[in-house]
């Protein structure tokens, strides 16, 4: 675990470092992910420590958040309107994989579906699809968002 | 004294908010309840402190190493199997990212980089976390990645339940 963490904090300095927008979460989950997709010794962060982080993280948006910024009305029909255009088109996404691939449907549709990754994983284990490959593909889904979004910010800034 | 006090107050707050959220199931859940209790109580005492920028860049590094190290070489076997599947959710998330982010930026007028980092489906801690990493608007990005999640949820739920069903009375 410490060993982990030393190396996303190694990925995460040198991105720091080299400027790289957002450097110290994109470097970190690049440093971590390609040693472990290359068999080194990296440990699985467990869940509950996941939840420790995200509680530390809500409290670190917490200080800079204000409630009645986050909850206006302003936010509520563009909010509306971009989750259902997003949810139709997984859905077309989730066709197209069915037609390609031979998949059936429900394994298709939460391969697609933009949600999540615990929620969806955990509503395919519940549903007795293959939660590890619907869990994969959420990840694969955001870790090129997580890596790329940096990138389109500043250059269409 | 006066900060050590502070950080004790934000901490348990920020625990007890966070359990909460995650008993109770909110998306996300130990990250929004944590939130929600920090900024109640935030609204009570304006002057806590912030934290620090070398605590942010340590955080970030820490959320990184555990998305990445979720990879795992059998996830990647089966993902090479499915070649063509994960082609098209790749191909099928970056046009969800353009969609997203024309529909909040007509909508809203905020910055392109508030516009892309809330329309994009990439999970809305990390997006929350890269709008504050990125020095913008992090109050807009919650707010939409909020309330896309949680309907996304309520959609997508009975939705996938409903085809299952089909699909199991279809089954021979």
Known sequence: MLGTLAVGAFGGWTAYWLHVPAGPLVGSLLAVSVLRLAGGPVATVPTPARRVVQMVLGMMLGLSVSLSSVLTGRLLLPAVVLTITIVVLSMGVAYVIMRATGWNWPTALLCAAPAGITEISLLADDMGYDATLVAAFHLVRVVTIVTLAPWLVIWLR | MHDFFSFVLIAVSGVLGGSLGFRYRLPAGAMLGALLAVVILHTFLPN????????????????????????NPESLRRLRQALPATGLMIGGTLLGVAIGTFVISSALRPG????ILSGTPGGMPEMVLLASALGLDANTVLGIQLIRVTLSLFILVPLARLVVARADRGAP
Do not use: C, F, K
Not at chain 2, 48 to 71: D, F, K, M, T, Y
């Open chain 2, 48 to 71: 806590l402190p912030s934290i620090n920028p070398p605590a942010r860049i340590w955080l970030q590094i820490v959320v990184g190493a555990a998305l990445g190290s979720r990879a």
């Open chain 2, 112 to 115: 392109t980089g508030e516009a």
